[in-house]
């Protein structure tokens, strides 16, 4: 039984059948979902859905608050299996069920999961950590010295969700809203990166190291106003140079506490470096760039590339890759092959076109062949309408399917491709 109630009102326990109003005004990836975590109500009730609808036979009522406590049931007639047996007195009692036990989740675990179950605490992780980008981000125009121990917890969490499914984290921080773009830019490139330095083969710490460049090496676009580094039109000279400052700013503030490693202040340097000598903001060229700061390159442009902003939908994420591949002057390619391993030939969240004459959205990787993902088709081409989303794993459909081609949202004239991928890659599987 459905019931509509205002946002206000909503409580733990509650199943939410729909949220109203629009879509980019929902906080979450699926509107049917059991709030049963005190974060995803605070994100709830700060959101601007104001009304939602909530199916009281699948979780709490609105009234549960003032329905009188429960009454303690009258006990049993005693069953007479239960009597004494012979002269010990010893008894023959049933035996219960096992009651099942419901083990919380552990968010360093590093057991396999699917790309749909990962999302799940993927998206969680994200909304927590976006929280604590902010304060990073707020104590960097303080002047406020980062402290190592902080953040220890985000990336082992994170390069977990990473070991469990490579993919789902970056699913989840692709689609940034504007108000959060930086925050969720820092963790997709702290994700790309742990995943790249684990593609690599890099030793525990140096993963670490990895992650944690990702993660701050932007702290100092905190000091560039909104309006430059979010302008749809070209910058001026002067307001390039402000932009382009962000490197040594993010340097000078990290290097206050005095703990960060030096692997890690090299990136928020030299990021922007490039292998022709194109970068900033020293013009260094090949192996002047430092390992690390050649991988933050990739990572850095693949997620400004795929990401959608104010003036401007995001790539595609092959053709994000086609690009990167073309510029072959300016990236590591050794590293760049690994990347392109990392994500995928189809990256998640990729638009394909199959042989059964339909678009598809990408919403797993196979591990052993990256040009066999798991597809979701969505559009059937012949009859020129949406069709009931169907997984269709492409290594296990005996040749029934395939992969013929790359497409892009704008060839095809969607520009809802954001809301539509969103609800495509949390639509059940």
């Known amino acids: 039984m459905l019931k509509r109630i205002r946002t206000q009102d909503v409580e733990l326990g509650m199943f939410l059948h729909k949220l109203e109003g629009s879509w980019f005004s929902h906080p979450f990836w699926k ?20 009304w939602v609808q909530i199916d009281i036979s699948r979780g709490a009522d609105l009234q549960s608050r003032d329905m009188p406590p429960p009454t303690r049931a009258a006990a049993p007639a005693p069953d007479q299996r239960d009597r004494p047996f012979g002269r010990a007195g010893a008894t023959i009692a049933r035996r219960a069920a096992p009651i099942p036990v419901n083990r919380p989740f552990d968010p360093l675990s590093k057991e396999r999961t699917s790309t749909k179950a990962e999302m799940v605490h993927a998206n969680r992780l994200a909304r927590k950590s976006v929280r604590a980008m902010q304060k990073i981000f707020d104590d960097s125009r303080l002047g406020n010295a980062i402290k190592l121990n902080k953040l220890e917890t985000m990336i082992e969490e994170i390069s977990s969700s990473i070991q469990r499914n490579p993919h789902a984290f ?25 995943g790249l330095a684990q593609q690599l083969r890099l030793s525990p710490e ?17 000091h560039v106003p909104q309006e430059t580094w979010d302008k749809d039109s070209p910058l001026t000279s002067e307001e390039w140079e402000v932009v382009k400052s962000h490197t040594t700013l993010a340097h000078e503030f990290l290097a206050l506490g005095g703990e960060m490693p030096d692997a890690v202040l090299d990136v928020c340097l030299h990021h922007h470096e490039r292998l022709d000598g194109s970068g900033y903001p020293h013009g260094l060229k090949g192996e002047e760039i ?8 990739i990572c850095d442009t693949y ?13 595609d994420p092959s053709r994000a890759l086609l690009m990167l591949d073309e510029a072959q002057t300016l990236y590591d390619p050794e590293i760049f092959q690994a990347f392109q391993r990392a994500v995928g030939i189809y990256p998640i969240g990729s638009l394909v076109r199959l042989r059964s004459h339909r678009l598809a959205i990408v919403v797993e990787q196979n591990r052993d062949d990256l040009t066999l993902p798991v597809v979701r088709p969505f559009y059937s081409l012949n009859d020129r309408s949406f069709v009931k989303a169907e997984d269709i794993d492409l290594a296990n459909c005996f040749g029934a399917d395939q992969i013929i081609t790359r497409e892009t949202p704008e060839g095809w004239d969607m520009a809802e491709w954001p809301a539509l991928s969103a609800k495509l890659l949390a639509a059940a599987g």
């Open 170 to 194: 970056m699913a989840v921080t692709r689609l940034k809203n504007t108000s959060e773009y930086l925050y969720l830019h820092a963790l997709s490139v702290c994700a790309l990166m742990i």
């Open 303 to 315: 997620d400004a590339m795929t990401s959608n902003r104010i003036h401007r939908h995001g790539e």
């Open 31 to 50: 509107s049917k979902i059991l709030l049963d975590d005190a974060d995803q109500l605070e994100t709830l009730k700060a959101s601007k859905v104001q």
């Open 206 to 222: 140096e993963v670490q190291q990895a992650g944690l460049a990702g993660l701050l090496m932007d702290v100092g676009m905190g």
């Open 290 to 297: 430092g390992r690390f700061a050649r991988m933050a390159a």
